[in-house]
């Protein structure tokens, strides 16, 4: 079998560790990015758009969120194996799955981490087109994991919308909101 950029085949049969491993690893960045509790701080700071939601609310859509891309991904890998060929599906769909999720992930590091807010929406651009082409193979093959994700793709819109006017309010540089 080729390479390919995915997690292990049990993360996706498995009902439970679909679930757990965004959740899990979702949680463990954004405990990594705020270790000193400098994100709700420098969150606060920030100029902010209408619309903007309060700080606490991330963390339960995020779960939620995550929970659902999880239990798309093991439905979609389920569903695929009745299909004709189905490894090149399942290959195509854990790939893109597995990199929109290291794209996700690397959002808040790059936004928060490193004060980039530019380089955040670059990732975002890429991200939603990750995403957007995820969804097109599973409408193709699983609608239900499809659905899942919507509510996925709508965050990412609005997410998108939060980053790029937050860092054109801030002038793109967060350096000097917080004394570093």
């Not at 659902?68 to 060929?85: S, V």
């Not at 499809?146 to 801030?170: K, Q």
Request: aromatic share 16%.
């Amino acid at each position: 079998m080729p390479w390919s950029f995915t997690f292990p085949q049990e993360v996706f049969t498995s009902p439970i560790l679909a679930v757990a491993t965004p959740i899990t690893v979702g949680s463990l960045v954004g405990y990594l990015v705020n270790r000193k509790g400098h994100t709700k701080q420098l969150y606060g700071r920030l100029r902010q758009p209408p619309l903007r939601p309060p700080a606490w609310l991330f963390a339960p859509v995020w779960t939620i969120l995550y929970g659902m891309m999880g239990y798309a991904a093991h439905h979609a890998t389920t569903t695929a194996t009745l299909l004709t060929p189905a490894s090149a599906v399942v290959d195509a769909s854990q790939t893109l799955y597995t990199s929109q999720l290291v794209l996700n992930y690397l959002w808040m590091p790059l936004f928060f981490g490193l004060r980039k807010p530019g380089w955040a929406m670059a990732n975002m651009v890429v991200l939603g087109g990750t995403v957007g082409k995820l969804m097109e193979v599973w409408w193709n093959t699983d609608r239900t994991a499809f659905w899942l994700m919507v509510p996925y793709a709508g965050w990412l819109c609005f997410a998108t919308y939060l980053n790029a006017s937050v860092g054109w309010l801030n002038g793109w540089d967060f350096e000097n909101r917080d004394g570093r």
